[in-house]
């Protein structure tokens, strides 16, 4: 393999180019005209511009794509996360063409992208599963009868669906028609697709999910578990590994369990199986995605491993020169999403210019971003401009680097999800490990970051006060020579 593409932008684009870099790999990037002057766009080998800015006319046009590999005489594709990551068709017709998807098989991507479909697939390995029904329902009274037997609160979610969408929790039997009209029709917007399914609401729910890669010779390694509970809109903002609850053999038997579900559609590459964990450590299989994860950087700094590396290795054809064994569990990792979003306002995105863009730096610290100072962040795509990483020798030395990175990293001209993810950090419930996916409900207003603000400002405006008070501008300072106290001007000497 020796020139691969990228479908995909930003940050994502970005990682991948630089590991594929290392191993002597050309890079191909593809972009829309809002990402011409991008990081990635400047990074790679070549670039093609794929299109107008939104993502339909641009990096969801898989034949476009197709016939750029033709021509540059592509080797392989790397989609990335989210665009054409997931979609089996474009997978297939990759193999069509003949060119290398760096990825699963389209028959695994089809299995699993349904959850019905999925469900059905790992049964027979024995996966534990929430209860409730085994296919999709569009009979509303049916429905109501099996929403009884499995007792409220219920779930009903989207067959097809992700991110939160098409999913309704029913609490009382009186809310149940109205509840599951309305999660038909937004799966049915969001994804073409109606079909909904029902199971049992777990009320505390933390999101573990295990990182597992796989060759083409039935070798399955799982690489433990992230923590994904911290959670706004049922998508995730922080995440860390390993999780703070998993003892060492809740661990081995959820890690032999996602070894199965990969086991069961044949998988191969690195894949994700999602678990809901309840109050009393009992796990549900949820669903697995099917492609690299926007949180594989902390799995990347427990493991030592580079996980797009892995990818390439495995889809040239390679073995994986590992076992379970040889993969030991080093220190803590945290990852938060810097996304361009208002966490006062409601978490609404907040688009503009990048006037100062300053990441922090220091020991144990990773960005993954795609933008530099002066680069407008687009209104056309997801509004993560970053993944801040921090790495310890255990989860509190993680959690203090965060705290000291975030406060490093500097933002200004738009809001960020990064005085959020500080209020995270420094919250007992977090910092003592007794939290779930209920985190944003339970514990946090808008207004304490506000409180916040006002705190700075206060202290801001003591100092100032002092500092230029005519009659305060001399302060002591000692004098390294010999030691002495002296008086300085602090405006003349610009302290």
């Known amino acids: 393999m020796n020139k691969i593409l990228i479908a995909n932008r930003g940050e994502i684009a970005l990682r991948i180019m630089r590991s594929a870099k290392e191993m002597g790999i050309k890079t191909v990037a593809i972009y829309s005209e809002a990402d011409r002057n991008a990081s990635f766009v400047k990074y790679a080998d070549e670039a ?127 809310d149940f028609i109205e509840q599951m009209n309305l999660a038909v029709s937004e799966a049915k917007s969001a994804f073409g697709n109606g079909a909904v399914f029902i199971e049992r609401y777990v009320s505390s729910p933390r999101h573990i999910e295990i990182q597992i890669i796989a060759d083409n010779y039935g070798n399955i390694v799982p690489l433990f578990e992230r923590e994904c509970s911290i959670q706004r809109r049922h998508q995730k903002v922080i995440e860390e590994a390993p999780s703070s609850v998993l003892t060492p053999e809740l661990r081995k038997e959820m890690g032999e369990k996602a070894a199965d579900v990969a086991r069961a559609v044949n998988y191969t590459g690195a894949g994700t199986v999602e678990f809901l964990l309840d109050e009393n450590h009992n796990f549900y299989f949820l669903e697995m995605n099917t492609r690299l994860q926007v949180e594989h950087p902390v799995t990347e700094m427990i493991t030592g491993l580079d996980l797009v590396k892995e990818q390439i290795k495995i889809a040239r054809g390679e073995k994986l020169s590992f076992t379970k064994e040889d993969i030991v569990l080093r220190g803590h990792a945290m990852e938060v999403r810097v996304y361009a979003e208002d966490p006062k306002n409601n978490f609404l995105p907040d688009i503009g210019n990048l006037k100062v863009y300053q990441p922090p730096r220091g020991i144990g610290v990773r960005v993954d971003d795609g933008f530099e100072e002066g680069m407008d962040i687009p209104i056309y795509y997801d509004p993560m401009i970053a993944k801040l990483i921090t790495y310890g020798k255990d989860r509190k030395e993680a959690i203090d680097r965060m705290i000291r990175a975030i406060d490093d990293y500097k933002i200004v001209g738009i809001e960020t999800t990064l005085p959020f993810c500080k209020f995270v950090m420094q919250h007992e419930a977090f910092t003592s490990g007794n939290f779930d996916t209920h985190f944003v409900n339970k514990y946090f207003k808008p207004e304490v970051l506000n409180i916040q603000n006002a705190n700075y400002d206060e202290i801001a405006a003591i100092i100032s006060a002092v500092v230029f008070d005519a009659g305060a501008s001399k302060i002591s300072i000692v004098n390294s020579e010999n030691s002495s106290v002296n008086s300085s001007n602090w405006k003349k000497n610009r302290l």
């Not at 979610?157 to 929790?169: D, L, P, V, Y």
Request: with cysteine.
């Open 48 to 174: 093609v511009l794929i299109g107008p800015p939104p993502s339909n006319k641009s990096y969801l046009l898989g034949d476009k794509i197709i016939d750029v590999c033709k021509k540059l005489n592509v080797d392989g594709i790397h989609p990335g996360y989210g665009f054409l990551s997931e979609n089996a068709e474009f997978a297939e017709n990759l193999k069509k063409a003949g060119i290398t998807l760096i990825g699963p098989s389209p028959e695994a991507m089809t299995v699993m992208g349904d959850k019905l479909s999925a469900k059905a697939a790992v049964k027979s390995y024995g996966i534990p599963m929430v209860p409730g029904t085994d296919g999709a329902i569009d009979d509303v009274n049916e429905a109501q009868e099996i929403a009884k037997t499995i007792g409220y609160p219920i779930l009903i979610k989207a067959s097809a669906g992700g991110g939160g969408k098409g999913m309704r929790i029913v609490n009382e039997p009186k």
